[in-house]
């Protein structure tokens, strides 16, 4: 992390830790991780967890492991693995030493069933999987035993060890704990703890055709490493007593769970199940695609570490749930990547212009500012010549009120260059479109200043013609257009939230030459446009940028108008 972070605001967590090293629990040890299961590509709302867990960690002296709960081979990949830890690094984190697998630990958790079993803790069943949802009941209706809850233990023991070794099909038996059957904790109606998979692991192959449940591993695996605080997501609030009775009824050491709420994001669909469909329907390019909340998506649109890190101090850790407006982690990126971006010139939709009165074969260098909120950052040289290329949506020929940039008999200034006066409007003779304007400079104004103070209202930015390089860029919108896509049930529905104007691919752009070889991932401000990202797809034959993010800030306008609001409440208060 860098020193322009923002620093995370103090929380309920954060209180609670410093409360357990005050009181030397644990030793005064702080041990936290981060358990992502690797069946599809971290997103934004993993960022949250990703932050607070190494944060608390590195702010307590402690360590933050980074584990992957790989208990179903079904759905997880290793190519999934090493996305994973792409991401955390490009965040910004290092684990150092502390990766582990939960399928490290499958021997060991394997010998805590049998001593569970042992204990008259667990039992085999072999009710069907919709047999055990009868059985479970509701929130207002007790669940019923299995017929086989009260097997003799050495019988289960040699049924658990039949299913370890392969005898039985898949779904044929489970295994599960025995806790209670009217608990109003519908997690505690005797809830499966291993069932039989045999599909080959990503990591241990063949060797097991049973595997733990979730709930059954994590804590487990928790105490294994000398977890002190394990942070996890409202939804598993229910899941603690859960988690609690594992590790009492084993006696093994006992980490804390302590829940906050998962982040929504407006517009965004924040489920990895659902963002696997939208990559397996093709309605995207893949976990990259830059309209997806995935980090490798918003790393290849252009997204800074630093932003995203900034955005999950800002919102903070809370204990209940709401939506963040998207329009923040948009201001965070903006506000990052002014500090940071290269300003260079690019026309997405160009329109030729002939300077009349510029000599022929005349080419200035003018000098231009790379970026005015780092002095440091120095200037570089930008052609000037009689063709140009401006932006098509800066001229009008018949311009409407308040249009103050270029129309037939009006003037404005060329950024770093003249005033210039459009004298001429060249046309298609079937379409009637505008193809070509001609313009008249100043030379008296070499910079942009007219020597008489003559006022000019707009300021366009520009390309030279015969310098510039051809680039194509892709300007992406939110792929949702419904503000809670997350609320859809099914496929349709979300197929239906999804923005059918979510890409423009714009193919005869102009970009200055200073662009030339501009690797992958280097980030720059087009003038007026927005902030732009080198895709991966760019090659030394022709560029390729995606638009980060626009220019308006709708984030700063409501911040602005928040303080000008309190600040009338202030002055117009009793001790204002």
């Given at each position: ?24 629990k644990?030793?005064g040890?702080v041990v ?10 971290l ?24 584990r992957?709960?790989?208990t ?24 150092g ?52 809850r009260?097997r ?45 998979l ?9 060797m097991?055709?049973?595997?733990p ?5 994590h ?24 988690y ?21 994001l407006?517009?965004?669909?924040l489920?990895k ?18 309209r997806?909340?995935?980090l490798a ?5 252009g ?12 919102i ?5 749930n ?6 923040l982690?948009e ?10 971006a290269?300003r ?22 003018l ?12 200037s ?15 001229f ?6 308040k249009?103050?940039r270029l129309a037939?008999?009006?003037e404005?200034?060329?950024?770093y260059?003249y005033l210039i ?7 298609h ?19 942009g200043?007219?020597p ?13 013609a015969?310098h ?11 792929l ?9 049930k ?14 423009e ?11 030339a ?23 030394v034959?022709k ?5 980060t993010?626009s ?7 409501i ?5 000008l609001t ?11």
């Amino acid at each position: 992390m860098t020193s322009r972070d923002a620093t995370p605001t103090s929380d309920f967590i954060r209180s609670k830790v410093a409360q357990d090293r005050k009181a030397n629990k644990n030793a005064g040890r702080v041990v936290t991780r981060f358990p992502p299961e690797p069946n599809g590509y971290l997103h934004i709302g993993h960022a949250k967890s990703i932050c607070l867990n190494f944060g608390i960690a590195a702010q307590n002296g402690g360590t933050c492991h980074l584990r992957f709960d790989d208990t179903n081979p079904t759905k997880e990949e290793q190519h999934y693995v090493q996305a994973i830890k792409q991401d955390v690094r490009w965040l910004g984190f290092d684990w150092g030493d502390h990766e582990y697998y939960a399928s490290d630990y499958f021997d060991r958790l394997h010998g805590y069933t049998l001593e569970l079993i042992k204990k008259g803790n667990a039992f085999v069943c072999e009710l069907s999987a919709e047999q055990i949802r009868q059985y479970r009941g509701t929130l207002t209706k007790p669940g019923r035993e299995s017929p086989y809850r009260n097997r003799p233990v050495q019988e289960n023991l040699d049924l658990f060890e039949r299913m370890r070794a392969g005898e039985f099909e898949d779904g044929s038996h489970v295994l599960r704990a025995k806790i209670d059957m009217a608990s109003p904790n519908l997690n505690l109606r005797d809830p499966v703890m291993y069932r039989i998979l045999k599909a080959s692991h990503h990591r241990t192959g063949s060797m097991w055709c049973i595997y733990p449940m979730y709930d059954f591993a994590h804590g487990q695996s928790d105490s294994i490493e000398g977890i002190t605080h394990s942070l996890c997501t409202l939804e598993f609030e229910d899941h603690r007593p859960l988690y609690d009775w594992y590790l009492d009824k084993l006696s093994i050491h006992h980490p804390q769970q302590i829940e906050f709420a998962r982040l929504n994001l407006s517009y965004t669909v924040l489920s990895k199940r659902k963002l696997l469909e939208l990559v397996q329907r093709g309605d995207v390019s893949g976990w990259d695609d830059p309209r997806m909340p995935t980090l490798a998506g918003l790393r290849r649109r252009g997204y800074t570490p630093q932003s995203i890190r900034n955005f999950c101090n800002r919102i903070g850790i809370t204990k209940y749930n709401s939506t963040t407006d998207i329009a923040l982690l948009e201001h965070c990126v903006r506000e990052d990547l002014n500090r940071r971006a290269t300003r260079v010139m690019g026309v997405l939709r160009p329109l030729r212009v002939v300077i009349d009165n510029y000599p022929q074969n005349q080419v200035e260098e003018l000098d231009a500012v790379n970026n005015p909120e780092d002095p440091g950052m120095g200037s570089r040289k930008v052609p000037f010549s009689r063709v140009l290329f401006i932006e098509r949506d800066d001229f009008r020929q018949q311009p409407p009120r308040k249009f103050f940039r270029l129309a037939p008999g009006r003037e404005v200034r060329l950024r770093y260059a003249y005033l210039i006066r459009c004298v001429g409007v060249v046309k298609h003779e079937e379409t009637g479109e505008v193809i070509e304007l001609h313009c008249t400079y100043d030379p008296e104004t070499r910079g942009g200043s007219p020597p008489d103070g003559r006022k000019v209202k707009a300021t366009l930015h520009w390309v030279s013609a015969d310098h510039a390089l051809e680039a194509e860029v892709r300007l992406f919108d939110r792929l949702f257009i419904k503000e809670n896509p997350s609320d859809v049930k099914n496929d349709e529905d979300l197929a239906s939230a999804l923005n059918p104007d979510s890409l423009e691919t714009l193919t005869s752009c102009r970009v200055e030459p200073s662009l030339a070889g501009a690797s992958p991932g280097s980030r720059f401000q087009f003038e007026r446009q927005g902030y732009f990202c080198v895709d991966a797809d760019s090659s030394v034959r022709k560029l390729v940028f995606n638009r980060t993010v626009s220019l308006r800030d709708t984030w700063a306008r409501i911040e602005q108008r928040q303080t000008l609001t309190a600040a009338g409440k202030q002055k117009h208060s009793p001790n204002g």
